[in-house]
Nanobody
């Protein structure tokens, strides 16, 4: 069971990035997926989640209208399109697989976590 996030980098404010997360099939097709982030000195926080069929997405307020979560179950992939990036979006971003068919904003609801990918937004 593995999750691998990629796509992070150093960008300027206003730029876009697309994060990808590759997951093993056994934990992917029937599970909600989520993205979390953790900035230095801060607790891990919810960013976005998506249900197993992709029909239900949820976002933290500060990224609504800028970030879009999506998934491709045929390829066992989940994505986070991040537009209009701000310096406060700087963090390590993690993808995670929920125990349930629907995503959640609670880290404890997620059974599997991938290694993070660093996103740094300069002003």
């Amino acid at each position: 069971v593995q999750l691998q996030a990629s796509g992070g980098g150093l960008v300027q404010a206003g730029d876009s990035l697309r994060l990808s997360c590759a997951a093993s099939g056994r934990i992917f097709s029937n599970n909600g997926m989520g993205w979390f982030r953790q900035a230095p000195g801060k607790e891990r926080e919810f960013v976005a989640s998506i249900a197993w069929r992709g029909g239900t997405m949820n976002y933290r307020d500060s990224v609504k209208g800028r970030f879009t979560i999506s998934r491709d179950n045929a390829k066992n992939m989940v994505f986070l399109q991040m537009n209009s990036l701000k310096p406060e979006d700087t963090a390590v971003y993690y993808c995670a697989a929920s125990r349930r068919a629907y995503g959640s904003n609670l880290p404890d609801d997620y059974s599997y976590w991938g290694r993070g990918t660093q996103v740094t937004v300069s002003s």
